[in-house]
């Protein structure tokens, strides 16, 4: 388990402007012009962020002001871009039948999330779809860090689980000492991410076992990651 927490530890962290935007938006009182300020410190960045405001999807006109865009964005879908912008190079450089299902199932997760967060009866958990859609796209970083950073682990769990026709994290703990959700959690802890992102990276296979804070809002992230198994499944009959 050291072993592999201190190869963990060796895995550049995020550009610095990315975990100061999520540093503030995990914030009880996230600080919209600071927030802004941030981003402007970065071109390639900001030019996405207004990009993104000014698409149909938002206003249907052009935005040049950062902190008139960071309004209109709100501080879910930031929060979801910089993560989605600390996790560019792994899924860029992961390759591979298995990276191209870990993609795939990530991207089906987060979009499931993001919908059935409009179809449930509370109106907190209705506005969190964002929220949601991040979870989806992390949940299974974990993997990813074995398959990009640990190939030969990777390879000794998938025999493993061929040999005992046992679950993932069965094979996991049993190869490595700990399961694919712990080593997402400590990538989460040592890339600064917020707790409401690092909590449910590592309880996403027990959920049970999730603090109580985190469990409703989560609920529905679960309820995706079953929806998104059974369409990889059905895709493979």
């Known amino acids: 388990v050291e ?32 927030i802004a300020a941030i981003i402007s410190s970065d ?24 902190v008139a865009a960071v309004k209109v964005l709100g501080i ?73 950073d640990m190939p030969e682990e990777y390879r000794a769990v998938h025999d493993y689980r061929r040999t005992h026709q046992c679950t993932v994290s069965e094979a996991e703990e049993a190869v490595l000492g700990m399961s694919h959700g712990q080593i997402g959690r400590q990538l989460a802890d040592h890339w600064d991410f917020p707790e409401s992102i690092a909590v449910p990276i590592q309880y996403h296979l027990n959920f049970e076992d999730m603090p109580g804070a985190y469990r ?6 679960v309820t995706a990651r079953s929806f998104a198994n059974f369409a990889s499944v059905a895709d493979r009959l």
Do not use: W
């Not at 550009?15 to 935007?21: D, F, G, L, N």
């Not at 039948?97 to 089906?108: I, T």
């Open 216 to 221: 409703e809002q989560y609920g529905l992230a």
């Open 76 to 148: 879910d879908k930031i929060q979801s871009m910089a993560v989605g912008f600390s996790l560019e190079p792994y899924l860029r450089s992961a390759r591979g039948e298995d990276a191209e299902y870990l993609h795939e199932h990530s991207v089906r997760t987060a979009a499931i999330g993001r919908l059935v967060s409009r179809f449930t009866g509370e109106s907190q958990l209705r506005r969190r779809g964002e929220y949601l859609f991040t979870l989806g796209i992390v949940h299974e970083v974990g993997r990813l860090v074995i398959l990009h």
């Open 3 to 34: 072993k592999i927490i201190s190869r963990i530890a060796k895995i550049p962290p995020p550009p610095s402007v990315m975990q100061a935007v999520l540093a503030e938006c995990s914030r009880e009182e996230p600080d919209l012009d600071r």
């Open 43 to 66: 071109g390639a960045m900001l030019s996405n962020f207004l990009k993104l405001a000014s698409s149909s999807v938002y206003t249907g006109r052009p935005q040049e002001d950062p």
